[in-house]
């Protein structure tokens, strides 16, 4: 599925990629019968030369070809526009992958997740005494810089330290905000409980033995 966005200097293409089978992604680390290896997302770098080279294909170019040019030092999308007309390619922009949720299945309508922002927390020792909030999101926002904080000695200047205004055991975090929740937090708020999805609802882990390695995969 694909939206398309038009701006004066750009299309933005949205693309929702279903696989057909089970895809496994992991780092460069090794491992073996004493090491632990898991699967992730792919590498942007990695989601980015898979749709790249897709595209180059359907544009129908010649990758020795392609491979020379390279090798001549010349521009990305130069080389590509010499073979096969379609230097577009090698000037596009690709972010993410993201989750995302079908909305609807009469009218098929994704909403994209995103990550719960690390200055999102929960209260990691809820009490009675704190009532119904004890499970609700708290904000780790910059001290105000017309306080002080003794010993504070930023890296760089403006820098401020994140601050909670209350005397509260914390963790971060988990799951994924919506595009509703992704909004409030950046206006100052805090998402509401239905703007937030837990990660065993999108997928989990299985841990896998395979010759003495541990694979964890999603």
Known sequence: MTTTTQTTRSNTVGLCIEPCDVLFFRDGRPFGGTLHGQSRFPLPQTFAGAIRTHLLRQAGCRFEELK?????????????????????????????????????????????LLPMPSTLHRLKDPSPRRGPTASALVRLDPLSPKQNLPGWR???????????????????????????????????????????????????FDRVETGGAVVCGD
């Open 68 to 112: 020379k040019c390279l090798d001549e030092k010349k521009p990305f999308d130069e080389a590509i526009e010499s073979v096969c007309g379609a230097g577009w390619i090698g000037r596009m922009i690709v972010r993410g992958p993201w989750l995302a949720r079908l909305l609807g299945k009469d009218r098929p309508e994704f909403e994209v």
């Open 154 to 204: 930023p890296t760089e200047t403006g820098m401020r330290p994140l601050w909670l205004r209350q005397r509260a055991r914390t963790e971060r975090a988990e799951g994924f905000l919506t595009p509703h929740g992704l909004r409030a937090f950046l206006e100052g708020r805090l998402p509401m409980p239905e703007d937030i999805v837990k990660q065993k609802d999108l997928y989990d």
